[in-house]
């Protein structure tokens, strides 16, 4: 079996976490916080399911700023590396902006000969900055549409069933040996309950998942509304509609090949997840940073490089950091 390290405690983290941990295999969380790690050491992880069934999971816990520090609780160790005889996967669950050149020096510090970084992040960018400390084959890209809500700093739960899709950050040769870490991780993620998949178009679906929370996200931000009203209101779905012409251009102009159509499926999203309040929205209540630099800012800049102009995405941008700078000015 593999050994997990979940890298962020946020709603995704914990998901993963928990449903892995329950499988048998070896999951350890590492947290920046130190009151973070030892609430994990003390009580554990909870994850609500469909709203009301809570499974728990006792993971080791580490402190990200000192790998080499254990909180002590939960699992033994020695019962872990017993049980670890197979690769090591470190789930990175931070958000995008979370990435730092420091980040990647301390993921650096945990790998071993049979490590591979997984990066769930959204957006575009982190993967290329990871790679200045990293070495690039180690890297894995996932796309998932799993959906958790944060509850708390040892909490979540699971909102939404989604799909995974796993692929190499590099091609060609090197991607080749990464194939067998791969089968095994989607095995993996299969038993813990995800759907998932390998993907040797991952660039193409990265894309997509971004050109999607591009054109809702900041819509239901600005609006404060759930996802599914963006579909109800006029001048919203014009703007909406807009967001993915925007996006399907600088995507044809990076010789991004899209799977399915574009706006059907954006509006398929928000009818799925209608009830659903999106990341952003999310983050903006609570007064974290939002994701507006990984998505927008990210799109904004590609097409400042290709001469393009995104008029929508530049307005939704400076609305969204308007609303950031407002939230902080009232602090
Ligand atoms: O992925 C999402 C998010 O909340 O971040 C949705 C709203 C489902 C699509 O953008």
């Not at 963006?230 to 993915?244: C, K």
């Not at 102009?253 to 706006?263: F, M, T």
Request: hydrophobic content about 45%.
């Amino acid at each position: 079996m593999s050994r997990y390290t979940l890298i962020g405690a946020g709603a995704l983290g914990i998901l993963f976490a928990v449903r892995l941990a329950r499988t048998g295999v070896s999951v350890e969380m590492a947290v920046r916080r130190e009151e973070q790690a030892s609430l994990i050491a003390g009580r554990g992880l909870s994850l609500l399911e469909a709203g009301e069934h809570e499974l728990v999971a006792e993971p080791s816990v580490r402190l990200l700023s000192d790998p080499t520090v254990r909180v002590r609780g939960g699992i033994k160790e020695a019962e872990d590396a017993g049980r670890a005889d197979g690769p090591h996967f470190i789930i990175l669950a931070v958000k995008q902006h979370a990435i730092t050149l420091e980040l990647a020096e301390s993921i650096r510090g945990l790998m071993g000969p049979d490590t591979w970084v997984v990066c769930l992040q959204n957006g575009i960018g982190h993967a290329e900055k990871l790679a200045r400390s990293i070495h690039p084959e180690r890297l894995l890209l996932a796309v998932t549409t799993e959906a958790a809500l944060r509850l708390s700093d040892r909490a979540s739960s699971h909102t939404g069933q989604g799909e995974t899709h796993i692929g190499s950050f590099t091609d060609g040769l090197e991607a080749q040996l990464s194939q067998a870490a791969k089968k095994k991780l989607v095995k993996e993620l299969e038993m813990a309950g995800f759907r998932s998949f390998l993907s040797n178009n991952i660039k193409s679906r990265i894309w997509q998942k971004l050109l999607i929370n591009a054109a809702i996200n900041p819509l239901t931000a600005i609006l404060q509304v759930h996802n599914g009203t963006l579909l109800e209101l006029d001048g919203a779905l014009e703007l909406m509609h807009e967001l993915v012409n925007e996006g399907t251009r600088l995507a044809e102009a990076y010789g991004i090949g899209l799977e399915n159509d574009l706006w059907l499926t954006v509006r398929e999203v928000c009818t799925r997840t209608a009830a659903n309040r999106s990341s952003m929205l999310q983050d903006l209540g609570a007064e974290r940073p939002t994701e507006i630099e990984a998505i927008t800012g990210s799109m904004l800049e590609l097409a400042r490089e290709s001469g393009l102009e995104l008029r929508s995405h530049q307005s939704v941008y400076l609305l969204v950091k308007a609303l950031e700078s407002r939230k902080a000015a009232n602090d």
